[in-house]
């Protein structure tokens, strides 16, 4: 009786490892290389195509698992399995995620950079970039732990409205310290040089090198409120600050003021919808930039003093660093910085989570921890040569959901 009743159960199993197992053991060989072929094509097209746009920005580690996935699948059914199912896919998916995977080790995370030592030049200029995003900031101490690293020029964007902006600026206030206190702008005071400060729309700055003139282009939808504590997607803003790096003139004027040296930073804050195409949002930048009127604000004796010159463009920028709300490597970038160098690529290594969005669901933050999206990036000019980058978190507590970067330059020397 008991053989009677285990036969069919017996038959049945074989059945499964004779005809389902191989079947699944090639169906999971082949999804694996489908996927690792949607991860090629997504680095090869980037954002040329809204429609490749979207398979560049899902995450590498989620592409390159999912195919180590079916691998190993595959593996598993073939074992069980009385028929070859798979044998020549399998070893082809192998190779294809063991060559992946070393391309993103050394490739994209440039991880053997990590071994590489590093020493800070003297001459070099420590530059801090970070978008608030308007979130509530727990960690004190933040801006005195970026001027204990000498953080030289700190770009800010999005900071939130009010009296944590003036606390902001209170705090930097040892970059030229003053006993009078002055006006910034119409709403914000330091006890300081104004020189070295500056606070328009969402962009706060703040440095060790005065400031001559800036100005900013906003694009986008009209709807967007302003009174919003962070970026919404539908509008963007690039302001231009024009720093002089020139060695500070004795205040008993003893010898003359030494000429000014130049060096020009966009900071960027693009549109983050992610329903627009990257090379349209990009042109478009461009575009208003392109069509800047003239007007902005320039340092006069004590005060910032408004600017008008509608016959000036907007200057070619040695540094172009911000939120771009796109991939590092997309080829959108390249009508906001044509012939530009991109920093992380030319010293920076690791992952690259400039971006960690944080949401309530626990399945969807588990995922989030294994995304690279690295949309806060820098590039430089070919007069300057990035000798660091790193990625910071600002916020320890995991509240903030940008993180800042923080680069090294240091100017080409003519040979």
């Given at each position: 009786m008991t053989k009677e009743h285990s036969h069919p159960s017996r038959s049945f199993l074989g059945w499964l490892r004779r005809r389902v197992f191989?079947?699944?053991?090639?169906?999971?060989?082949?999804?694996?290389l489908m996927i690792l072929g949607l991860w090629i094509t997504g680095r090869v097209?980037?954002?040329?195509?809204?429609?490749?746009?979207?398979?560049?920005?899902?995450?590498?580690?989620?592409?390159?698992?999912?195919?180590?996935?079916?691998?190993?699948?595959?593996?598993?059914?073939?074992?069980?399995?009385r028929r070859l199912g798979g044998i020549f896919l399998r070893p082809i998916l192998l190779v294809a995620c063991l060559c992946s995977s070393i391309y993103l080790f050394f490739g994209v995370w440039h991880m053997h950079r990590i071994v590489l030592p590093y020493e800070r030049a003297a001459d070099s200029i420590r530059i801090g970039h970070w978008n608030h995003a308007g979130q509530q900031i727990s960690s004190q101490g933040w801006e005195q732990s970026l001027l204990d690293q000498g953080v030289d020029i700190v770009l800010l964007s999005n900071a939130r409205w009010g009296q944590e902006r003036q606390i902001i600026l209170n705090n930097f206030a040892p970059y030229a310290p003053e006993d009078k206190e002055r006006w910034?702008?119409?709403?914000?005071?330091?006890?300081?040089?104004?020189?070295?400060?500056?606070?328009?729309?969402?962009?706060?700055?703040?440095?060790?090198?005065?400031m001559i003139r800036t100005g900013i282009v906003s694009f986008g939808s009209a709807e967007r409120q302003q009174l919003l504590n962070h970026s919404s997607s539908n509008l963007g803003w690039i302001m231009f600050v024009e720093f002089d790096l020139a060695p500070i003139a004795n205040k008993d004027q003893s010898t003359p003021p030494p000429d000014p040296i130049p060096f020009v930073v966009w900071l960027v804050d693009l549109p983050?919808?992610?329903?627009?195409?990257?090379?349209?949002?990009?042109?478009?930048?461009?575009?208003?930039?392109?069509s800047w009127n003239g007007t902005g604000w320039k340092m006069g004796r004590h005060v910032w003093e408004q600017n008008?010159?509608?016959?000036?463009?907007?200057?070619?920028?040695?540094?172009?660093?911000?939120?771009?709300?796109?991939?590092?490597?997309?080829?959108?970038?390249?009508?906001?910085?044509?012939?530009?160098?991109?920093?992380?690529?030319t010293v920076g290594f690791g992952r690259g989570r400039s971006w960690v969005p944080h949401t309530k669901s626990w399945v969807i933050n588990l995922g989030v921890l294994f995304a690279d999206w690295h949309i806060d990036l820098s590039f430089v000019n070919t007069d300057w040569k990035a000798l660091r980058y790193k990625i910071q978190e600002i916020d320890q507590s995991g509240h903030a959901e940008h993180r800042m970067q923080i680069l090294d330059l240091v100017k080409k020397t003519t040979k």
């Open positions: 191989p079947k699944l053991a090639k169906l999971c060989a082949f999804v694996g097209l980037t954002d040329q195509y809204q429609w490749s746009q979207y398979i560049w920005w899902v995450p590498a580690l989620w592409m390159l698992g999912s195919a180590w996935a079916c691998l190993f699948v595959s593996f598993a059914f073939a074992k069980f399995s910034v702008n119409y709403s914000y005071k330091i006890q300081g040089d104004p020189s070295h400060f500056w606070i328009q729309d969402n962009a706060l700055v703040a440095s060790r090198y005065p983050s919808d992610p329903y627009n195409a990257r090379q349209e949002s990009m042109q478009k930048t461009r575009d208003a930039i392109d008008n010159a509608s016959g000036d463009l907007f200057p070619a920028p040695d540094l172009i660093i911000g939120d771009f709300n796109t991939i590092r490597g997309s080829n959108s970038i390249h009508h906001l910085a044509p012939n530009m160098t991109d920093t992380f690529d």
